[in-house]
């Protein structure tokens, strides 16, 4: 049990149940938080393998989140893989910060400042999206977002700025869009990162993994032939 407030109460344990998930065998690991007052659950987790798993830590992070730890004897699907016969595993879990932009676009051939944005919340489990968009951007060019869980940078870059640390993940290619030649600043991106983690081509896009991201996109009238957005921040939520 954590307290991160009169109202708001983590739990954590196993079960031999169907809790917050359908009940994977032995005893799964759980996680939920409580309305303090009246003792009803805003939201539960439940995960686990063909073994025996356990929450045997929680610590609230501040954010309206907390962080849970415990043991587990199998793949969690938390990320990670399995090195013995039981490991650790450590996960966010709650609500997640807002996203946020960060440093600097590169102004492109037409004089006009690419901005990344977004639509929705970043999650490992809904079924509703979150859209990481780009405005400002060469009509009927060819882009794609890249992102990073490694952190934030702003390294020179072809003339702008690589907003995203090493090592850097690709998303397909997409057509901006826009108005007819002659080129102007009507494209746009739009890229569902929601229905990106649901593919599982990236393991470790789960709860509580923090992504930054960017677009790069190519301005053929430009010295470098390319273009960049600034960057956005987000954890992904339960």
Known sequence: ????????????????????????GKLDLWVAQLD???GSTTWIEQHGGSSYDGTLALAPDGAGGVFAAGLCEGDLGLG????????AWVARYGDCPTPGTYC?????????????SYTG????????S?????????????????????GADAKPFQGGFLCIASPVRRT???????????????????FDFNGYIA???????????????????????SPSGTGLTDGLNFTICH
């Open 1 to 24: 049990v954590a307290q991160a407030g009169p109202d708001i109460v983590f739990v954590g344990g196993q079960t031999d149940s169907d809790l917050g998930a359908p009940w994977q």
């Open 36 to 38: 303090g007052g009246t």
């Open 80 to 87: 990670g893989t399995p090195v013995g016969s039981r490991d």
């Open 104 to 116: 600097t676009a590169k102004v492109n051939s037409k004089g006009c400042t690419p901005a990344i």
């Open 121 to 128: 919340n970043p999650s490992a489990s809904h079924a509703t």
């Open 130 to 150: 979150f859209h990481i968009t780009a405005t400002n951007v060469i009509s009927n060019t060819m882009g794609l977002m890249i992102y990073s869980k490694a």
């Open 172 to 190: 397909p290619g997409q057509g901006a869009g826009g108005n007819p030649p002659p080129a102007d600043c009507s494209g746009s991106f739009d």
């Open 199 to 221: 593919t599982g081509l990236d393991k470790y896009l789960v709860p509580g993994q923090q992504v930054w991201a960017q677009y790069w996109y190519r301005d053929v009238a």
